[in-house]
């Protein structure tokens, strides 16, 4: 389970009914000092991919969330997606500085995450749902549907570009 921060990622996950574990991999970030550096201009940990990896090695049957999640080997990622001014919206509701919403609202537009996905696990692994104006328990829905293989993978049915266009225009 992966995306964007504020796609919704950590809500959706926690309303799956599965039978698998849920890993909030941020989370475990902090509580095992997973990190190397501190990015002061990002107000952020630069995690330790590495100890991150070794830590997940031999964890099966597990549903792990973060945006870094695609970034480990899986077999299959679940991108949640949403419209950049939405997620510019939620993030400055959470309290995240104008910066970090501009650079998350932009990734998201250019499907940064979902590149590096599709990249690394190849289109047949990945599955992407599109958030936008839809309530955690439809998402959660969606979800248990790829772990159950009910979910054919989906690569490129969200696309953000209008708000990238629209950005050029002002």
């Known amino acids: 389970m992966t995306g964007t921060p504020g796609t919704g990622k950590t809500t959706a996950t926690d309303l799956v009914d599965s039978s698998l574990s849920l890993i909030h991999l941020n989370e475990v970030i902090k509580e095992k ?4 550096d501190y990015d002061d201009s990002r107000d952020t940990v630069v995690t330790d991919m590495d100890a991150v990896g070794d830590w ?8 792990v969330e973060s945006h870094l999640s695609h970034q480990f080997d899986v077999d299959k990622v679940v991108v949640l997606r949403c419209h ?3 997620l510019q919206s939620r993030l400055t509701d959470r309290g995240e500085s104008t910066a970090s919403v501009e650079e998350n609202a932009e990734s998201e537009a250019l499907d940064i995450i979902l590149s590096e996905a599709v990249s690394r696990h190849g289109e047949q692994s990945v599955y992407e749902i599109d958030t936008t104006d839809r309530e955690p328990a439809a998402i959660a829905e969606d979800i248990e549907a790829v772990v159950a293989g009910e979910k054919s993978p989906s690569v490129g049915t969200v696309s953000f570009i209008d708000y990238l266009a629209d950005r050029t225009r002002r």
């Not at 997940?56 to 549903?63: A, E, F, Y």
């Open 84 to 86: 950049p001014e939405t």
């Open 33 to 36: 000092e997973f990190s190397v």
């Open 56 to 63: 997940l090695t031999g964890k099966d049957d597990v549903i």
